[in-house]
Structures are given as structure tokens and as C-alpha cells.
């Protein structure tokens, strides 16, 4: 579970901090003699307007940690730009990004000590070093998922004029949390899970005698316990003697 949790869990995460739908919003713009240019190019779209005529076009802004895109509905023009302006110098979303980027690189240590650790070669994991993958794992998702609750809280406040309340470019843009949000939440969940699953590693079976072959006093895998007991209402851990 938790060998399978943990990778999954990195790769919604990193889909979610680079992918520009963090959030989005529609707003409408009315554009008359001074939308030449705009109104050219949506001709070529099959979307122009009669000339000297008014025509309102629906704009669709999105903004991720990294970039900000937008598009104007039904049609293929889109343009994407690294984030600027107060939305870039927001200390939230700087807090978000630092706090995304921790749980990225701790996630992936963690993968890599659990796989060290399981060793699914050979007869007997190193239980201690794939428990400690699975700590990391989930502070990884724990890292990700303050990241996502400091963005959703302050959502529709990210790059706001606080002296005047509202965008600095869209006034009358009314954001909303969009995919990259439910693709981090999923992702950070199944960190957790799975660290947690790798978590139990720290707990060492009770090792009684070797069922399969009486010669041996002890199984392999628990030369190393303290007690060695032979009572039947033991658990037995079962390897290949």
C-alpha cells in the first residue's frame, strides 16, 4: 500500500504545482472601435464582429503557482505568462510555492528510502529505513496539504490591491478553485496514506520457532529478537526457510 500510495500521491502533486489551474475565473468584455486588433484576430477564428458594432467576448483567466493563462471561450486563442505583478509577489502564494517544492523533494526521499528499505529482492526488509521513508512521505503530504489550505483560504484575495480590493487587471473577475486544487488534495491524501501504510514497518514481528523445518531453532528473519518464544498463539512470520 504504502509502496504504491507514495508515487502516485508524488506525481498528482507535481501535476498539480505545474499546471496553471489553481484557480480560474470568467469575465466579460465588451469590446467596440478601439478592439481592432482583438476583433482581427478572432476573424480569423470565424468569430468576428460587423464593424463599428459592439460585441462582448468571455475571457477565461487561470492562475497556477507559476503561470497565469488566458483564453477567450470557444475559441483557440490562448496565452500563457510566468506570473507577475502582485499575484507573484504575494507572500502567500511564495509560502504556497516554498511549501509545495519542500514536499516535493521530501516525497521523493522518502520513495526512494522506502524502496531501499522493502528490498520486495530479497527475503527481509530493512524495516527501519523504510519506516523512516514513510515519515518523510508523510510530512511530504502534511507540507502539501498546509500549501493547498493556505491557497484555498486566501483563494479570491491572491493578488488583490489591498488598498482598493480588487485585481489589479480584472476588476470584475469572480475566481474559483479549478482542477490543479483537486489534483493536490488527492495527491496529498494518498501521501499520508501511504506513509502511514510504510509507517508500520517500526513494528517487528514475535518470532517463534521455525514451523517448516525443526532443525532450525529460529527463523532467519528473527535472529535479532530479544525473546524468542515458542508458544502457539504467537504470530508467526513467514518466510522462505
Keep these: ?131 523512516s521513508g514513510g515519515l518523510l512521505v508523510v510530512v511530504a503530504g502534511l507540507l502539501s496539504l498546509a500549501g493547498l489550505g493556505v491557497y484555498t483560504h486566501n483563494l479570491r484575495r491572491l493578488g488583490m490591491d489591498p488598498s482598493r480590493g480588487v485585481s489589479n487587471r480584472f476588476p470584475q473577475l469572480n475566481l474559483n478553485a479549478a482542477g490543479s486544487l483537486y489534483f493536490g488534495w488527492l495527491g496529498s491524501c494518498l501521501q499520508v496514506l501511504g506513509g502511514s501504510a510504510l509507517l508500520f514497518s517500526f513494528k517487528r514481528p514475535r518470532c517463534p520457532a521455525c514451523p517448516s523445518r525443526q532443525e532450525q531453532s529460529v527463523c532467519p528473519a528473527c535472529r535479532s529478537c530479544p525473546e524468542v518464544t515458542s508458544k502457539t498463539d504467537v504470530d508467526v512470520y513467514e518466510v522462505s526457510c
Design 1 to 131: 500500500m504504502g509502496i504504491v500510495f507514495a508515487p502516485l500521491g508524488l506525481v498528482l502533486v507535481f501535476t498539480a504545482a505545474i499546471t496553471p489551474q489553481w484557480r480560474e475565473g470568467k469575465a466579460r468584455l465588451n469590446i467596440g472601435g478601439s478592439g481592432f486588433l482583438l476583433r482581427t484576430g478572432l476573424k480569423g477564428q470565424g468569430m468576428g464582429a460587423r464593424s463599428g458594432s459592439a460585441e462582448a467576448l468571455l475571457l477565461l483567466r487561470s492562475d497556477g503557482l507559476w503561470e497565469s493563462c488566458l483564453q477567450v471561450e470557444q475559441s483557440e486563442l490562448k496565452q500563457c505568462w510566468p506570473v507577475s505583478g502582485l499575484y507573484q509577489r504575494d507572500s502567500r502564494v511564495r509560502l504556497v510555492q516554498g511549501l509545495v517544492l519542500s514536499s516535493l523533494f521530501l516525497c521523493g526521499i522518502g520513495i526512494l528510502l522506502a524502496c531501499i528499505g522493502v528490498r520486495c529482492w530479497m527475503d527481509l526488509p530493512l524495516r527501519r529505513v523504510a519506516a
